[in-house]
């Protein structure tokens, strides 16, 4: 199979071209008229980094890749626009799977209004899935970037947390699945390997007045970090107000692991963490989950995790290359 | 070496933020205020693939990652915006590896007005770059894509073919030097691992009122494929018009093959292709490099390339997944 080939079956199985792509998938470029403002972000998975392909579906590898990449559009508060996908695609690879893969990213990109406009296929030595995102807004101003909280904010979360870590584990360590019911497992693992990016509730957020968002990709503590830095402020998290998932504590409990730990430090599950003032909480409604109050904006610098009757939990997140 | 530190060094090379871009790397997306039309392009090179490390020098990794994703936007007539990088780093890769390589991608974005305004790095089995860069106009109109050919329109050519596919012959072959002066020899080499994107030609191209458009990565006798399959035209080159770069000739002849072949099967010379009426011509001036009128648009389809005292040449590119 060619690469050109390959492209011409992409094509054929796209949706048809929405207004704002005048040209889509097949030309040097595509050609768009974004109208206000635009967030663009990259973001690619990497077989034996990222996932492993042993142990999902090419759909989930599709799935997973452009679901990563839209969280950060979540965390915008952006509007979901355009998808641009490069498949690195290893030999042994079948066109079949490719196709799967694709039709994993046209899913999620049809449940989310994205448009895949464009994309490139090559050869790699592991599969990889790198993706381009662009979202919108009719004004910059209306992006919520990592850079404004404000001393008095409230710090709330979107979700729970901690089952991508727990499906993580399920699935490095089939055993542990006795600790939980067969559906919360599945549960679990699904949110490993399809994390859903919370595109409704980041743009609910931005409308309700968020000063600062950002997606939990790496957890909980170390994202906060990253709030903490670009914002010039300290964030103050109260662990026991931060809800797990599920079966959380059972997986943890079975593995020998701090649940709160291994959920606020596991990361992948694309919750948002936003800040805003408290009152204009009550604003922040119509969203697909619920929304908890986790902590609060102080001055200062850093994150402190402060939980009952237990030492200051260690904000470290996964700060590795991954 | 962290991904988080990595990306704090590239921030700090980078240079200062130009007023389309809001938000520029180190949020969860860029933010920018496109103005008119956007033409969106995404590539990726990878080691062993594209290029090999063990023949080139990290910054030339990191121009021609950029320089081939830039050349789409050329052929599309757009003036170069923004870019945004991934980049996959196999174990044993250095920081001070990592950081030339931006290099070579932040000299060639200074160069041509890039902003690099976004990025993501992950741990890969092999260097992988992946471009997405975007180019603007002030309407989707002004944009050539590949589709408006035109029977009784001019096919003209920018610069010369042939330096890219000798360049990296000379590369595998380093005995075929002897062929040609050592001054062209390396000038061969650098077409080939620093690839030039033609974007001033490119928007000249397209002032004076090319039809369609494309960029010569794959080959003249593929690439014209596709302008003839996209705009449902055929294309007649006559391949004695062809200019081919000094030292062509001699390299092809002292490897065995037909230079001409050579040229426009090779690809990656990443000249320019357009078909335009052929009054408007005169009009397609102010370019960094010559023009040359090498063919005609026909009612039909597909590509003949034509040449003197010779059977047709079969126009068939590199069409496999590298």
Same mark, same amino acid.
């Given at each position: 199979?060619?690469? $050109?080939?390959?492209?011409?079956?992409?094509?054929?199985?796209?949706?048809?071209?929405?207004?704002?792509?005048?040209?889509?998938?097949?030309?040097? *470029?595509?050609?768009?008229?974004?109208?206000?403002?635009?967030?663009? !972000?990259?973001?690619?998975? =990497?077989?034996?980094?990222? $996932?492993?392909?042993?142990?999902?579906?090419?759909?989930?590898?599709?799935?997973?890749?452009?679901?990563?990449?839209?969280?950060?559009?979540?965390? #915008?508060? *952006?509007? +979901?626009?355009?998808?641009?996908? =490069?498949?690195?695609?290893?030999?042994?690879?079948?066109?079949?799977?490719?196709?799967?893969?694709?039709?994993?990213?046209?899913?999620?990109?049809?449940?989310?209004?994205?448009?895949?406009?464009?994309?490139?296929?090559?050869?790699?030595?592991?599969?990889?899935?790198? #993706?381009?995102?662009?979202?919108?807004?009719?004004? +910059?101003?209306? $992006? =919520?970037?990592?850079?404004? *909280?404000?001393?008095?904010?409230?710090?709330?979360?979107?979700?729970?947390?901690?089952?991508?870590?727990?499906?993580?584990?399920?699935?490095?360590?089939?055993?542990?699945?006795? +600790?939980?019911? *067969?559906?919360?497992?599945?549960?679990?693992?699904?949110?490993?390997?399809?994390?859903?990016?919370?595109?409704?509730?980041?743009?609910?957020?931005?409308?309700?007045?968020?000063?600062?968002?950002?997606?939990?990709?790496?957890?909980?503590?170390?994202?906060?970090?990253?709030?903490?830095?670009?914002?010039?402020?300290?964030?103050?998290?109260?662990?026991?107000?931060?809800?797990?998932?599920?079966?959380?504590?059972?997986?943890?409990?079975?593995?020998?692991?701090?649940?709160?730990? #291994?959920?606020?430090?596991?990361?992948?599950?694309?919750?948002?963490?936003?800040? #805003?003032?408290?009152?204009?909480?009550? +604003?922040?409604?119509?969203?697909?989950?619920?929304?908890?109050?986790?902590?609060?904006?102080?001055?200062?610098?850093? =994150?402190?995790?402060?939980?009952?009757?237990?030492?200051?939990?260690?904000? !470290?997140?996964?700060?590795?290359?991954?």
């Amino acid at each position: 199979m060619g690469e $050109f080939e390959l492209l011409a079956r992409i094509r054929e199985r796209l949706p048809p071209a929405v207004p704002r792509v005048r040209v889509g998938m097949g030309d040097d *470029a595509a050609v768009t008229v974004p109208g206000g403002a635009t967030a663009t !972000s990259v973001d690619a998975i =990497v077989d034996g980094v990222h $996932f492993r392909r042993d142990r999902c579906t090419p759909a989930q590898v599709g799935h997973k890749a452009l679901a990563t990449a839209l969280s950060d559009l979540a965390a #915008m508060g *952006a509007e +979901a626009g355009e998808a641009y996908v =490069v498949l690195g695609v290893p030999h042994g690879m079948s066109e079949e799977e490719c196709i799967e893969l694709l039709d994993g990213i046209v899913t999620l990109a049809e449940r989310t209004g994205t448009a895949l406009a464009g994309g490139d296929v090559t050869r790699a030595p592991a599969l990889t899935v790198a #993706m381009t995102v662009v979202g919108h807004a009719a004004s +910059a101003e209306e $992006f =919520v970037t990592r850079a404004g *909280a404000r001393p008095g904010d409230a710090l709330v979360l979107t979700g729970e947390l901690g089952a991508a870590a727990a499906g993580l584990l399920l699935l490095e360590q089939p055993e542990l699945a006795s +600790a939980v019911s *067969a559906e919360t497992a599945e549960r679990l693992r699904e949110r490993q390997l399809e994390p859903n990016p919370r595109l409704g509730a980041g743009r609910a957020l931005a409308r309700a007045g968020a000063t600062a968002m950002i997606d939990l990709s790496d957890g909980l503590g170390a994202d906060a970090g990253h709030v903490a830095a670009e914002s010039k402020v300290g964030l103050r998290i109260d662990g026991a107000a931060v809800p797990l998932a599920n079966g959380v504590a059972e997986i943890a409990k079975a593995a020998g692991l701090d649940p709160l730990t #291994m959920a606020a430090g596991g990361g992948e599950d694309y919750e948002l963490l936003a800040a #805003m003032p408290p009152e204009r909480l009550p +604003a922040a409604t119509a969203m697909e989950t619920t929304l908890t109050t986790v902590g609060e904006v102080v001055e200062g610098a850093g =994150v402190e995790v402060r939980r009952p009757g237990g030492p200051a939990l260690e904000p !470290s997140g996964f700060d590795q290359l991954r």
